[in-house]
Every structure is written in structure tokens, then in C-alpha cells.
């Protein structure tokens, strides 16, 4: 049994930092997970879509960040309708964003997640913006998933995939994109084979649960009896999918196959949006003990010598980095989640798991 684990530094592939007094609270969390950067994402109430607005979400980052601390955020354009090739690779060459995300929202407006009512509605619509990317080999970070409401909640990948990104890589082959915060086993199999320069994030939560999680949200009252429910804490978007797709995402992550890699998508909201019985808030908080989760589900599958790579490793060129020169220490010592940080609360908050990071 291997009880000492040493990996480079993580580097998080998709993170939601949230603004303000949020943000101040759940930067150390990622910080203390010796993080050396993250992709952020700016789908806030004002998006990064303009290099402008990016650069004035960079610095609120940077003054929260403690003197000393080796911590860079890689920031990516918020892609709307109405942005424009120039801006892309302007902001590229300026040093402002590495990356490009895509959210897509119906004609009304409606997106598939937090933030993404100004998100693209007509993707096809983006093809000059999308030859500008291939030109200059900007990476795409896409939010695949069909927002349609007929669309059935489950098949929202699957369905993007067949619709919008199996096109993109026929007209653009040499566009990298990354299919972000993947959940169906379907996908996964698709981009395990892939020929193109495609890849994909996965978080935590996604590896740890299924569908059934967002229906089981029973507790032990002070009366000693169990009162169970809806469990509001472990929806998010993507939804969490059945088992055979959570174990399919998890065979070809754990297998060491390097076209997957870390995003927790750890999306931190107020307690109280969370625990609405209407408009309930999608997102999942993992990030006070992002690497110790992974690090769990790694070693449930007997793969730890795969960790490193999937944490550190994997595509981060893709992003502008390298792969850390330091290395992090983990130790088969038991610690506890969280219950919250803040009024945020915390994936699994209480639970123990097997392993600290130092």
C-alpha cells in the first residue's frame, strides 16, 4: 500500500472564483491546495468579454492574492454573439486570456448554467471567430450541452456533441477544444478515441457521484429519526448521470489516458441560494479539498500512479503553462471536509477521508 504520494503542483483547469466578498472567502481555499494557477471563469453579472472587463477582473484577483504566494490565474474570454475575431486574438496577444469559453443560451436568453444568459446563441454564426482560434491555435473551453427544454436534462452532452461539436471538429480540425466538466459515458468514449486535438475536464464530484445524490438529502434530526428529501447541495451543472456513465468517465480517467484532465469546477453560492425550493443555484463547492478527493478516487481504483499527470500534468500547455518544477506531498492520514467555508457549503463537508495533503 503506497502511503506517501509526491506529484507536481496542481494546476485546476476550471475554476469559478465569483466576485467581491465571494471571492476574497474561497481564493485561499484553492491557494492552500498549492495550486499554481487556475482557468477562470468569467461568467460573473458583468462577463469577461472584452479585454477590458478582463483585465479589471485579473487585478481584483491579483489584490487578493497574499504577497509571496506563487498563485496565477489564466483567465479565457467570455464568447457572446456579438464578439469579434480582432478582439479574440487581441486579447491574446496582449497577454489577457489563453483560452476562449463557450456557453450557449436559447433565443430568450436562457443559458445552461450560472452566468450564461449572454452566452452564444448562434454558434454557427461564430465561425470566423472560430477560424481566428484555429489560426493562432487559441484553445475553446466548451460548455457542451443542449439548452433546449425539450431537450431531456440527461441527454444534454450526448446531444451537443452530435449537434455542435462533432460540426466544429470537421470545419475546424486543428481547433483544440477542451469539452469541459464532462459527465457522460458517452462523451468520454468519443474523446478517448478522438483523432482530433480534443480533450476534456472532469471534477470531483462528477467522479464520486451519480444522479441518484440529488435525490437523497436525508438527515439525522435532533429527534433521532431520518428525515430525507431533496438533496439541493449536490445539484449542478452538468447533472450528475447514472452510474454506468459516472463509471465510464471514471475508467478512462483513472486508466492514465492523457486526454483527460483536472477541472473542479468548484462553484461556490451563498448557502441561502443554494437551499431555495425554487431556482436552486447549480454548483458544487469542492475546492477546500479538491486534490484529496481526487486523490481518493484514484486510489479506490488502484491508478495513484496516473494522479500527477491528471492533477498537474495533462494539456496544460494548451493553457500557456508548464508543468510545475515543485512537487506536493500527500499522506495516507485521514482528514475532514469542511462543513462550510464562510456561507458557502462544502462537497461532502464532515466526511473524512483518507488522505491529507501537506
Request: aromatic share 8%; glycine share 8%; proline share 5%.
Amino acid at each position: 500500500m503506497q502511503n506517501v504520494i509526491k506529484v507536481p503542483l496542481f494546476f485546476d483547469r476550471h475554476l469559478h472564483l465569483r466576485e467581491g466578498d465571494m471571492l476574497k472567502t474561497v481564493l485561499p481555499c484553492t491557494i492552500n491546495q498549492h495550486a499554481t494557477g487556475a482557468v477562470i471563469m468569467g461568467n460573473l453579472k458583468e462577463p469577461t468579454s472584452s479585454v477590458e472587463r478582463t483585465i479589471a477582473y485579473w487585478d481584483e484577483i491579483m489584490s487578493h492574492i497574499p504577497p509571496g504566494v506563487d498563485f496565477k490565474p489564466t483567465m479565457a474570454a467570455y464568447l457572446t454573439d456579438q464578439t469579434t475575431p480582432e478582439e479574440i486574438v487581441r486579447g491574446v496577444k496582449e497577454g489577457v486570456w489563453q483560452a476562449v469559453k463557450l456557453y450557449m443560451a436559447d433565443q430568450n436568453g436562457q443559458g445552461g448554467t450560472t452566468g450564461s444568459a449572454h452566452g452564444v446563441k448562434n454558434l454557427r454564426g461564430r465561425n470566423k471567430v472560430f477560424e481566428a482560434m484555429q489560426k493562432y491555435h487559441i484553445p475553446l473551453l466548451g460548455h457542451f450541452e443542449a439548452v433546449e427544454k425539450e431537450v431531456d436534462e440527461f441527454d444534454r452532452e450526448i446531444v451537443s456533441l452530435n449537434r455542435d461539436l462533432i460540426p466544429l471538429l470537421r470545419d475546424f480540425p486543428e481547433l483544440p477544444i477542451v469539452f469541459e466538466h464532462l459527465t457522460d459515458g458517452r462523451v468520454a468514449d468519443f474523446i478517448a478515441q478522438s483523432s482530433h486535438e480534443l480533450y476534456a475536464t472532469v471534477t470531483a464530484h462528477h467522479l464520486i457521484m451519480n444522479r441518484n445524490w440529488m435525490f437523497n438529502g436525508g438527515v439525522w434530526n435532533e429527534d433521532g429519526k431520518y428525515h430525507g428529501g431533496m438533496n439541493p447541495g449536490h445539484y449542478c451543472k452538468p447533472v450528475p448521470k447514472r452510474e454506468e456513465h459516472r463509471l465510464r468517465v471514471r475508467k478512462h480517467v483513472t486508466s492514465g489516458n492523457r486526454r483527460f484532465g483536472a477541472g473542479t469546477d468548484s462553484a461556490p453560492h451563498d448557502e441561502t441560494a443554494k437551499s431555495h425550493c425554487y431556482g436552486c443555484a447549480a454548483g458544487i463547492f469542492t475546492a477546500p479539498k479538491a486534490v484529496e478527493l481526487y486523490t481518493t478516487v484514484f486510489d479506490e481504483d488502484n491508478a495513484l500512479e496516473h494522479l500527477g499527470a491528471f492533477l498537474s500534468e495533462n494539456f496544460v500547455n494548451l493553457y500557456g503553462r508548464t508543468i510545475s518544477s515543485k512537487m506536493m506531498t500527500l499522506r495516507r492520514i485521514p482528514s475532514t471536509i469542511p462543513q462550510k467555508v464562510g456561507n458557502v457549503q462544502v462537497f461532502m463537508g464532515g466526511t473524512e477521508l483518507p488522505w491529507t495533503l501537506e
